[in-house]
């Protein structure tokens, strides 16, 4: 069975426990290094990661771009969005179609 699993700092995934969630609480980048290649390998399907941590290991996030499981899902954390995500669903829409069709350069 695939599980979910979320990386961050410790007041930003707690909440995700409560709903049966597997939470990691990380203190910095080597740190989430580690924990993201042990859920990759450990039947995750989907890893949703702080976007103050995911800026900081982009290199090890790429490795799983192209693979089915696990989906790497970027949020924001408790001090709130840098756009990540947002700008991973800008480059998945123009990586399928070839063009943006979503947003205006502005909006980003």
Known sequence: MYKIGV????DSILGFKAVGFDVYP?????????????LAGDNYAVIYITEQIAKEIVEDIDKYK????PAIVPIPGNQGSLGIGMQGVKKSVERAIGADILF????V
């Open 66 to 69: 192209d693979e089915m499981f």
């Open 7 to 10: 990386i961050g700092d410790k």
């Open 104 to 107: 205006n350069d502005d909006e």
């Open 26 to 38: 990380i203190t910095g980048p080597k740190e989430a290094e580690t924990v993201l290649h042990q």
